[in-house]
């Protein structure tokens, strides 16, 4: 009961911040926290393949090109409502994860990592290759917006979404899942099909890309191929594990880190960004190896304990 | 499979026989499959030994191929400065993972004391670690020798040969000869050497190993060192070809990690046969493939991969791993 | 309380209304940025920026324009569009530049030009030659059009090797789809000539095969619209070959170390290759002791000491600040985005000292493409490139 109630008390906070924080910041600042909010929605849908699942990703960064496209096309060419296009682009995201999904359970490991590595090198070929359609290198623009409306967009998007990921996790997907992920033996002997469940993580997995893809189109106003190249996959890989696979607590962090790390990289050496952002990455999984929500784990539970036994 | 090997080859054979666009085709198709090859091969022992794919070997055999160009500005000759960056390859792939270990020790001891408890991060950990090594590698080569492209000089000579009427490149025939040559001294070493049998019994078995004597880390940093002379040899290899650059491995490395998997992730030979097949296979693509035009050529050759993968999901030489519950 | 916060709006209005002053201007100062990529596969332009920074400060030294200083903020967008758009809202919203200068390449500015466009920041000199900066009214571009420079290879060609048998090696980009569309143009009636195309994609690892398969489509003429990379990949592939074409090499790819890479390793294909040129070369032994280069050493020595003075992109930095201090002192000493604007496209400039002698920086109200003129010249075989002819016409 207790937990429960601190528990409500954080979360309270967490909507409080997140809704009066357009009060204190300048509009820029709020751009950007739109990007995190961006990469929160992609890395909670990847947490839900490679933390609870137990299946690893290098691709995501082309579930977000399929998610971003839809935005752009259906806007610029079919004057759609940029509202409308998040959930169709959540829904072809949703059917291409299928696609890759149901495949790739064959792979696991390396095999799986290559796999998913090809399908983020396809996605942006096939891009420039059918430029009628994509607008090819030369892109797509959209109209922008200001970093306000953004930053409401994204972040109400991103609740949603959390509110989602959490609803699926608690409940009897969610425990396939990560019986699977603990033992395809095991997870077939009480009854889970394996092959199903893990492309359904893959599919729901790939609909949250898509989603963040369409939030990662409307700040950026233009889709472009060079925009979703391997980086991205990596980043969101990155932002992933310093947020804590398997944890649904750490992913913000993990998503300031990879949307705020090119900045501070450069604010520190003009001379040398990669370095810094290099250094900054080992450092955090060195000292962090079970990401941001391990350090919460392991942190918050001996406390709350030590107050447990102490009330 | 010996035999579906065997029968490509042929065709390969009678291909170039008939027409000489094929034979040139074929033969530098050979050439940068034995460079995709190599650093496949570096991925395989690291991956034998670690289960970890180490993103960061095409930037650790970029990075030697710098310090092998800096020797050679310092007035070494070229066979020096070759040895000379083998061996420190071989140190510094040592030396990389003695750090890991101390640091990993120092900092689990270090939370002990201070009563945090300490979990493991996993395979995802490390992999993430390597590819934080892949930007920083790339940034301090840009930042120490700029982000110009650099000649490189070949130690075999760019004239071509010509065998009737078709035009072999030297340079092209000694990589494939250096990559060919750099699996078999490997495979005598595993084969032959008691430290070769060690190693290849601290990754199988590392429990067992230890408690027969070996010493495992010890085979580990040995692992490493011998990836980093192999990325070294791939780095050296192919630099005349496509010139030093911060980047330069950056698509290598996509290759090459292709062609270990094709291969089979643990299997030495199989990343070897993977990455000439992979050579070869992309450029009779694009050259008699038109449909295959040059924004598809990676993505039809992933595709095929897949389908291979798809119908052995362990590669072309792996075996199917048997799990126990 | 309400009359309270209707009087503070009423002064935030009427503040800047008494200034009259654009942001990022003041009496004292200009502030410029930029993005340009420091980081990534494209990092090696950076250098555009680094002699940009270099003339920038040299004109501050000596007083700045119109007393002046002139700030100039680069930052990284690792050639992502993205990142480009997040950066350059940074400059325009928390920094407020009074103008965007600079930034590189061609999808990189076109993510940027609506939103400049719609908040009134002029879009200065971008690094890129496409053919659509020929036609915007808020940004201008700085290198002669793609376009153009195709149709001087045309000219050339058809004029020079009626017979030729050409072929063209080029990157699947925009960019080389505007030089090959100038290739056509240029050529007129000969454009039948062009008998084999193969393009390459930045993801390969060498362009062998596709030289391979020119070789074999009987060109002897070659077109090599590559960055330069791939441009001497191909060099070498043909010597690995045995091909000896005419060659043609695009001006993205040309500089003297770039050239100088290759001729090591080609001996036989490089000499004798053309292309154009429109900034000195700060290696051509001619200009040695010409004032511009001379200026463009001290220059770079004193306020880039650890920048490559053989990179001919800080020539090109130092070139382009020079034309964006030439269009601020035209603006006068009541500089808004207005009138920089009105005088960046009426420029007309005959002393740039980093273009080469007697090229013409003009812009008028129908000419957005500010550099007028190129010369071709000719890699010699003592390892140089030798200007010829007369200047020709770069219009888009």
């Known amino acids: ?311 | ?325 | 309380m309400r009359t309270a916060l209707i009087l503070v709006l009423a002064a935030l209005i009427v503040v800047p209304g008494a200034a009259a002053a654009d942001p990022g201007v003041s009496s004292g100062s200009i502030l410029l940025g930029g993005t340009v990529p420091l980081s990534g596969l494209a990092s090696g332009y950076k250098s555009v920026a680094l002699g940009a920074e270099a003339y920038f400060k040299y004109v501050n030294d000596r007083g700045g324009v119109n007393g002046r200083k002139i700030d100039y903020r680069y930052l990284d967008d690792a050639y992502d569009p993205a990142q480009t758009v997040q950066q350059t809202r940074k400059l325009v919203e928390q920094d407020q530049v009074f103008a965007i200068f600079n930034t590189l390449g061609t999808e990189t500015n076109i993510a940027i030009r609506d939103y400049l466009k719609e908040r009134g920041v002029p879009q200065l000199f971008v690094a890129s030659g496409a053919n659509t900066w020929g036609s915007d009214t808020n940004a201008i571009g700085y290198l002669p059009s793609y376009i153009a420079e195709g149709k001087i290879y045309g000219r050339y060609v058809a004029s020079k090797w009626p017979h030729a048998r050409i072929g063209i090696l080029f990157q699947n980009d925009d960019y080389t789809r505007d030089l090959m569309r100038g290739l056509k143009v240029g050529l007129g009636k000969k454009a039948g000539l062009i008998k084999a195309q193969e393009g390459y994609d930045v993801t390969q690892s060498g362009v062998a095969s596709q030289m391979s398969a020119l070789k074999s489509a009987g060109v002897d003429t070659l077109m090599i619209f590559a960055t330069p990379t791939f441009a001497i990949q191909a060099y070498v592939a043909a010597a690995k070959l045995g091909w000896k074409p005419k060659m043609v090499v695009n001006q993205v790819s040309s500089a003297a170390s770039t050239m100088q890479i290759a001729a090591a390793n080609a001996k036989e294909q490089v000499p004798g290759s053309i292309s154009t040129v429109v900034f000195k070369d700060p290696d051509d032994p001619k200009q040695a002791n010409d004032a511009g280069v001379k200026l463009y050493r001290s220059i770079l020595a004193k306020y880039q000491p650890s920048a490559n003075p053989h990179d001919v992109y800080n020539v090109y930095g130092m070139a382009v600040a020079y034309t964006a201090v030439d269009a601020l002192k035209k603006a006068g000493k009541n500089l808004t985005r207005k009138s920089l604007l009105n005088a960046v496209f009426n420029l007309k400039e005959t002393t740039n000292p980093f273009l080469l002698k007697g090229v013409v920086l003009k812009t008028g109200p129908r000419d957005h493409f500010p550099i007028e003129q190129a010369q071709l010249e000719q890699w010699a075989p003592s390892g140089r490139w030798v200007r010829f002819g007369k200047l020709e016409s770069a219009q888009g």
């Open chain 2, 1 to 325: 499979m010996v035999l579906l090997l065997a029968a490509a080859c042929v065709a390969l054979v009678i291909g170039s026989l008939v027409s000489d666009q094929f034979a040139e085709q074929t033969v530098a198709g050979l050439a940068t499959g034995g460079i995709f090859g190599s650093l496949a091969l570096a991925l395989v022992l690291i991956y034998r030994a670690t289960e970890v794919i180490n993103f960061a070997q095409g930037q650790m055999a970029m990075f030697t191929t710098y310090i092998a160009w800096q020797l050679m500005q310092w007035g070494i000759g070229y066979w020096g400065a070759f040895v000379l960056t083998l061996g420190i390859a071989f140190a510094g792939g040592v030396a990389l993972l003695a750090f890991a270990l101390g640091a990993v020790f120092v900092r689990d001891w270090t939370f002990e004391r201070m009563g945090i408890k300490q979990a493991g991060g996993g395979v995802i950990a490390v992999v993430i670690v390597t590819i934080g090594m892949l930007i920083l590698l790339e940034g301090a080569a840009a930042w120490i020798w700029s982000p110009e492209i650099k000649s490189f000089p070949s130690a075999f000579p760019t004239r071509p040969i010509r065998v009737g009427g078709v035009a072999f490149s030297i340079q092209d025939l000694g990589t494939i000869g250096v990559a060919l040559g750099s699996v078999v001294v490997l495979w005598v070493f595993f084969q032959f050497t008691k430290v070769g049998l060690a190693m290849r019994a601290a990754a199988l078995r590392p429990f067992a190993a230890r408690l027969v004597g070996v010493r495992v880390n010890a085979m580990l940093a040995l692992g490493w060192g011998l990836a980093a002379v192999l990325g070294a040899i791939a780095g050296l290899m192919i630099a005349p070809t496509i010139f030093l650059q911060p980047t330069m491995m950056d698509t290598i490395l996509i290759y090459a990690f292709a062609a270990a998997v094709l291969g089979g992730i643990e299997s030495p030979a199989g990343a070897v046969v993977g990455g000439l097949a992979l050579g070869v296979v992309l450029n009779l693509l694009g050259t008699y493939v038109h449909f295959v035009t040059s924004e598809l050529r990676l993505p039809v050759a992933l595709g095929m991969l897949l389908i291979v993968l798809l119908i052995k999901p362990t590669g072309l030489f792996g075996h199917r791993v048997v799990r126990k519950v």
């Open chain 1, 1 to 311: 009961m207790r937990q429960r109630l601190a528990l409500a008390a954080v979360l309270a906070a967490a909507v409080a911040v997140v809704v009066l924080l357009p009060l204190a910041i300048s509009d820029y600042r709020q751009l950007q926290a739109a990007g995190v909010a961006t990469f929160f929605v992609a890395i909670v849908g990847l947490n839900i393949l490679t933390g609870y699942t137990g299946q690893i990703s290098l691709g995501h960064g082309a579930f977000m090109a399929i998610g971003g496209y839809t935005t752009a096309i259906l806007t610029h060419d079919h004057g759609w409502n940029l509202f409308a296009t998040i959930p169709v682009a959540t829904v072809i995201a949703f059917v291409a994860g299928a696609l890759v999904g149901l495949p790739a359970t064959r792979l696991s490991g390396a095999y799986l990592a290559l796999a998913t590595f090809a399908v983020a090198l396809v996605v942006p070929a096939l891009v420039r290759k059918f430029d009628h359609f994509t607008g090819g290198n030369s892109g797509i623009l959209i109209p922008f917006h200001s970093g306000h409306w953004l930053y409401v967009v994204s972040w109400t998007t991103a609740a949603i979404f959390l509110v989602l990921a959490w609803l699926i996790l608690r409940g009897r997907l969610g425990r396939s899942f990560r019986a699977v992920r603990d033992s395809d033996v095991a997870a077939v002997s009480s009854g889970i099909n394996p092959t199903l469940t893990k492309t359904l993580a893959f599919a729901i997995s790939a609909a949250f890309a898509g989603a963040a893809g369409s939030l990662f189109v409307l700040s950026a106003a233009y889709a472009q191929p060079d925009e979703f190249g391997l980086l991205l996959s990596i980043r969101l890989l990155i932002g992933a594990a310093v947020g804590g696979l398997g944890s649904l607590w750490g992913v913000v962090v993990g998503a300031v880190f990879v949307q705020m790390l090119p900045v501070w990289a450069q604010g520190i050496s003009k001379q040398a960004p990669a370095v810094i952002q290099g250094l900054a990455v080992i450092l955090v999984m060195f000292l962090l190896p079970t990401g941001f929500a391990g350090l919460l784990r392991r942190v918050v539970a001996p406390l709350s304990n030590r107050i447990r036994n102490a009330s």
